[in-house]
């Protein structure tokens, strides 16, 4: 989702954490998303894009 695919533009690193967070506890596990959550706002991790 962050990232650029043929079809669409890459939405961003922002774009895709607020999906995860909406997905928390329907789509997602709830402790999977909290660390993935914290991992990327408190190490400030990017992905390549």
Do not use: T, W
């Amino acid at each position: 989702m962050s990232a650029h695919r043929p079809y669409r533009v890459g939405l961003g690193m922002d774009a895709a954490i607020a999906e995860i967070e909406r997905g928390s506890g329907r789509q997602f596990d709830p402790a999977v998303v909290a660390a993935c959550v914290k991992v990327v706002r408190e190490n400030g991790m990017r992905l390549p894009e």
